[in-house]
């Protein structure tokens, strides 16, 4: 691989000395007092599945884009992070592992969509509306919404997260504090997409977590990920259909190509598909950070 990283992949992790915390569709989580130990592994979900096979590097690249995101945002809302060393923990964790403060997190995802893609086209072809937000008539796949759009979405460990309107953001954590998470929302996202667009990438979309730590509302978990965006390469993009996409579109298409049913057990990728993924997660890292070349071990 081009990023200099062990070829391994790894799929699930054991730790000998800290306590399992949560197991997610990709995060691998453990607790040590006042801390959580955040490690990516390589495994992917596509259509709210993990799937059999797992994809080179992507473990690394997600926490190292993540920490560059943290670190990027920093001044804007303050985020969970402590520190990356994991000269503690095996080989394996390095480059791909984080600790964070513990925080109690809001139930819902905070989405911001700045174009009309995945759900939200399939929302806006029934209805007209996304979220409950009516959008314009006429609008084409991927065009470029008037403006950035909050849609929150509830949060599923397992099956489909289903999008919600702002009034049921409001009743599950109270409207004051679902105001204040729109606008967060809506502020992270224009100044990355900002950033991005000036390295030739459209943020189409992306997710957002927060919680409460120490009092205050924090950033936490993934960051401004191919795994929680839509990254489109911007001299690619053509509205009126699907576009070419850094993100992991690339297995959703393969998925629909086919004709899996979207019921367990979800299929496996065939190698090349997975190496190319990975090209494609990787491409996004360097074009984003400039970090071309760099080990993210």
Not at 35 to 59: E, N, Y
Not at 64 to 75: A, I, N, S, V, Y
Not at 173 to 198: E, H, M, N
Not at 242 to 266: F, G, T
Request: overall charge negative; charged content about 25%.
């Amino acid at each position: 691989m081009g990023l200099g990283l062990q070829p391994e992949i790894l799929l699930e992790t054991h730790l000998s000395d800290y306590k399992l915390f949560a197991r997610g569709k990709v995060r691998d989580v453990y607790e040590d007092g006042s801390r959580l130990l955040i490690v990516a592994t390589d495994r992917i979900s596509a259509f709210d599945f993990i799937l059999a096979t797992g994809i080179p590097d992507k473990g690394r690249i997600l926490t190292q884009m993540t920490l560059f995101w943290l670190d990027f945002l920093r001044g804007m809302v303050p985020n969970h992070f402590l520190s990356a060393d994991t000269s503690m923990l095996p080989p394996e964790f390095a480059g791909r592992s984080m600790w964070v403060k513990r925080a109690e997190m809001f139930p819902v995802e905070c989405v911001a969509r700045g174009y009309l893609s995945g759900s939200g086209w399939k929302d806006y072809v029934r209805s007209g509306e996304l979220c409950g937000i009516r959008l314009p008539a006429g609008l084409r796949e991927s065009d470029k919404l008037p403006e950035p759009i909050f849609t929150p979405a509830t949060k599923a460990q397992s099956g489909h997260d289903e999008n919600i309107s702002f009034d049921d953001a409001g009743a599950i954590v109270g409207s004051q504090i679902a105001a204040k998470l729109r606008d967060l929302t809506l502020a992270l996202y224009r100044k990355a997409a900002d950033y991005a667009r000036g390295c030739g990438i459209i943020i189409a979309d992306t997710k957002f977590e927060f919680g409460i730590a120490g009092g205050q509302i924090v950033l936490a978990d993934e960051v401004l990920t191919p795994d929680s965006s839509r990254f489109w390469p911007a001299d690619h993009y053509r509205p009126g259909r699907p576009q070419p996409s850094y993100d992991k579109q690339y297995v959703r298409d393969y998925l629909e190509s086919i004709h899996w049913n979207k019921q367990p057990p979800a299929p496996a990728l065939p190698e090349d598909v997975a190496r190319r993924t990975s090209e494609k997660y990787e491409q996004a890292y360097h074009e984003l950070t400039g970090r071309k070349g760099e080990t993210l071990a």
